[in-house]
């Protein structure tokens, strides 16, 4: 633990007292170098909090629909491991009624993440079937619940019986242990195979050749993330005759317009479906915030089902 400067909210920005700190999979890959801080960014891990407006311009505020002392989540570009940080307002949220503020640290990240691919980028449509690759990690569980919501199939792979059986509980059709089936034979056998219409990769590597093959006709694949490696080698024969799409996006160094775009996307079509309960956060642990080293050894672990919160003494 540390001391730095108070953050200080610019035009447009807000500051928010801190209760909860959402952990994610960059963080840790931003701690290890592989993951530089986007220009004018914090150098302070974390990407999302939740807690209360302590200041803001109360006219640019209002606009926004909120006040001092509204309880936010918001997505934030670093800076969120600290007991103050500072968001853009477009980025920030309403905490959905019913939830904790440690639920709530847990929404942004991924929820963005999700929406922007799988629903703006990938158009996932009702009735269409979706592959999650890593369905237990925070992306996974977030994106079975809103794909389900949305009237969509899912299949998921997870890499043992206890995350499947947690993917499956969560509303998943059918949930594949990649350590003990083969995916790509899988996803033919359970779409007849039809193939899937959009697949969301954490993977890449030589995951993108089997995912091509799992594809339906007009399919589309879109990566966020390399787990398995930043190049891969695929039939393009096979992507022309489809029609297929890959695609893929990153969403820290997005600029704050784009990203407020997907919060007001978020706030209309996922978070009624969240205070409604039919979709619920998945916290696996939480920590508090002194011993964010043990909450990014379970991350990198893999042991985990859902999100993992660090806490501050106001959580």
Excluded at 14 to 32: E, F, M
Excluded at 42 to 63: K, R
Excluded at 185 to 207: C, F, P, Q, S
Aim: with cysteine; net charge neutral.
């Amino acid at each position: 633990m540390g001391t730095r400067p108070m953050p200080v909210p610019g035009a447009g920005e807000l500051l928010i007292h801190v209760s909860a700190s959402g952990v994610n999979r960059p963080d840790v890959l931003q701690r290890t170098g592989n993951y530089p801080v986007p220009p004018g960014a914090s150098d302070i891990p974390g990407l999302e909090v939740a807690g209360v407006i302590e200041q803001g311009d109360a006219q640019a505020l209002a606009l926004a629909g909120l006040k001092l002392g509204d309880r936010v989540c918001a997505l934030v570009a670093g800076g969120g491991y600290a007991e103050h940080c500072v968001a853009p307002i477009g980025q920030c949220l309403p905490v959905p009624k019913g939830l904790s503020d440690i639920e709530a640290a847990s929404l942004p990240e991924t929820f963005f993440t999700v929406w922007s691919n799988v629903f703006d980028r990938a158009r996932l449509q009702k009735g269409e079937t979706l592959l999650i690759q890593g369905g237990s990690s925070g992306i996974g569980v977030t994106a079975i619940q809103i794909a389900k919501a949305m009237g969509a199939q899912v299949i998921v792979t997870a890499g043992s019986d206890e995350k499947c059986a947690a993917c499956l509980a969560l509303g998943a059709d059918h949930a594949i242990n990649y350590k003990t089936q083969d995916f790509e034979a899988e996803v033919k056998r359970l779409t007849v195979g039809n193939g899937v219409n959009v697949i969301l990769d954490m993977v890449a590597g030589n995951y993108v050749a089997k995912e091509i093959e799992c594809l339906s006709e007009d399919g589309r694949l879109v990566i966020i993330a390399v787990q398995g490696g930043a190049k891969a080698e695929f039939n393009a024969g096979v992507l022309m005759r489809r029609r297929l799409a890959v695609t893929g996006s990153t969403l820290r160094p997005r600029p704050i317009a784009f990203k407020a775009a997907i919060a007001q996307a978020c706030l209309k079509n996922v978070w009624p479906a969240i205070e409604s309960g039919r979709i619920k956060p998945v916290i696996h642990s939480t920590f508090a915030a002194k011993d964010a080293a043990k909450a990014h050894a379970l991350m990198e672990s893999n042991q985990h089902i859902g999100k993992i919160v660090l806490t501050w003494d106001r959580a």
